[in-house]
């Protein structure tokens, strides 16, 4: 027997590029959700989907070149993201406390990863760095205990 499961709600943002950015202290409905970030935003503010816990998946667009810091924190039942190759810059404790998410891909463009990016993390086992990154704050996988390699 296979189970599919599909969201309550998906999440798209469309101001048609009036807002460069996705301001933070977004607060979202308790309701299973997937995000989705528009192709006008360039980055994601501070705090944006912080303690989402609801929060499943995120897909951030191409336009997008900051992860700003505690953009993602506490997002509990966030398992999945698509971190593009227009990202440069990943901020502190943009991941922290994401205990769902199981694997993460820094693509070629990422130069900098923040302090505790992705610490707490707790089902965090596979986790792809390319050469690229010449910054890594402190503790970036601290409490990660499911890492096994990185």
Request: contains cysteine.
């Amino acid at each position: 027997m296979s189970v599919v499961f599909k969201p309550l709600l998906t999440v798209r943002c469309s101001n048609k590029g009036e807002i460069p950015s996705l301001p933070g202290a977004m607060r979202l409905e308790p309701v299973l959700i997937i995000v989705e970030i528009p192709s006008h935003a360039t980055e994601i503010d501070q705090g944006a989907f912080s303690q989402c816990t609801t929060l499943a998946g995120a897909t951030i667009s191409h336009s997008v070149t900051q992860i700003g810091s505690f953009a993602f924190a506490g997002c509990s039942s966030l398992a999945s993201v698509t971190i593009p190759d227009s990202v440069t810059h990943i901020g502190d404790l943009a991941f922290t406390r994401c205990s769902s998410l199981a694997s993460v891909t820094i693509p070629d463009s990422v130069t900098e990863i923040g302090f505790q990016a992705f610490a707490c993390c707790s089902s965090l086992a596979n986790v792809t760095i390319r050469d690229s990154v010449t910054e890594i704050g402190d503790g970036v996988f601290a409490g990660c205990s499911s890492v096994a390699s990185v």
